[in-house]
């Protein structure tokens, strides 16, 4: 379902509210990684020179830390709006996930805290307006998941948890 990957912000649909994300690329396909590369050639193109190559698989752009790329920045956001159209699924807002595709990550987030990750937070339907204090932003098909610095996914708790839950980050 999702893929570890524990320090580095992936931007999976660049633009949610906050034009990136996080840890989790959604699944694709080859059509879904060639519009992950013209998606990273036309933001270039467009004022962000230094963003990376998509990952394999269609796995959407990995933003390090520290890499200096700010998708809060004006130039960001500008290039995002001229190149959201490309991304894959057809950019934010053009999936909308069923009730019972929201209610399932509900209960895997109570599932989560009942398992002693106390600020695994529920999902939402929009991201953040920034990525300060978060380890990850995930869009899971229109579903985010905003995943607090303050949880270590690395740690033996927060293993232990996923495992029980079913959590496959």
């Known amino acids: 379902m999702r893929r570890a990957q524990t320090s580095t912000l992936v931007v999976i649909t660049c633009a949610l509210a906050i034009s990136a994300c996080g840890s989790s690329p959604l699944r694709a396909g080859a059509t879904s990684t060639s519009l992950w590369i013209k998606y990273v050639a036309c ?3 467009h004022g962000v020179p230094g963003l990376p190559d998509p990952a394999a698989g269609g796995g959407g752009i990995q933003i ?12 960001f956001q500008s290039a995002r709006k001229a190149c959201v159209h490309l991304l894959p699924g057809g950019g934010p807002g053009a ?4 009730k019972q595709q929201l209610a399932e990550e509900v209960r895997l987030a109570q599932c989560m805290r009942r398992h002693g990750i106390s ?7 929009a991201a953040p307006a920034t990525l300060a204090g978060y380890r990850s932003v995930e869009d899971l098909n229109g579903i985010v998941l905003v995943i607090p610095n303050t949880i270590s996914e690395a740690s033996p708790a927060f293993k232990e948890a996923a495992a029980a839950c079913g959590y496959t980050h």
């Open 119 to 125: 600020e695994f937070p529920d999902p939402t339907l």
């Open 64 to 75: 390090p830390p520290g890499s200096g790329i700010d998708p809060s920045s004006p130039a």
């Open 43 to 45: 933001m270039r193109t």
């Open 95 to 98: 999936q909308r996930p069923s």
